[in-house]
């Protein structure tokens, strides 16, 4: 694997990043200067009659919206609440840290690493580790509470 990754490293360690070039005013490619003056002053203009009925219609149309329908259109899945449980307990966590928070906070973040491996990456592995997280999560806080 280390073969396939140092040609790229290679290639990257010699270019110059494309924030570099943008940082000292070259335009990524093109070689050429650009400026970083202040070209003119910067005004607000009115708004037409016109124009300020079609902002209101707008902005009347966005508050009929629905907000977030992927809450109410989607299945809850194991990932949404391992997500949601890893959040909360990594803020729980303060000295000392309760069992539960810190035993189910470490477990998903081992999963996290191995997901960062490439590994237990397809749709079944994915539920299968979080189903597994929080057992061993029980167990775990389980036995650190008991010491």
Do not use: C
């Not at 694997?1 to 990257?12: A, D, E, G, S, Y």
């Not at 990932?79 to 307990?89: K, V």
């Not at 000392?96 to 189910?104: D, G, I, K, R, V």
């Amino acid at each position: 694997m280390l073969h396939l990754v140092r040609p790229v490293l290679k290639q990257l360690h010699h270019e110059a990043p494309v924030w570099a070039e943008e940082l000292h005013g070259v335009e990524a490619g093109a070689g050429t200067h650009r400026s970083t003056e202040q070209r003119g002053r910067l005004s607000t203009q009115k708004i037409s009659a016109e124009a300020s009925h079609s902002y209101d219609l707008v902005a009347a149309q966005r508050l009929k919206r629905p907000l977030s329908p992927h809450l109410s259109i989607y299945r809850p899945q194991i990932t949404w609440y391992a997500s949601t449980l890893n959040r909360i307990a990594g803020s729980i966590l303060s000295p000392p840290p309760p069992p539960a928070p810190f035993a189910f906070h470490s477990w998903n973040g081992v999963r996290h690493l191995v997901w960062d491996l490439g590994w237990q990456m397809r749709h079944v592995q994915v539920m299968r580790t979080g189903w597994a997280v929080v057992g061993l999560s029980l167990v775990s806080s389980v036995l650190l509470a008991a010491m």
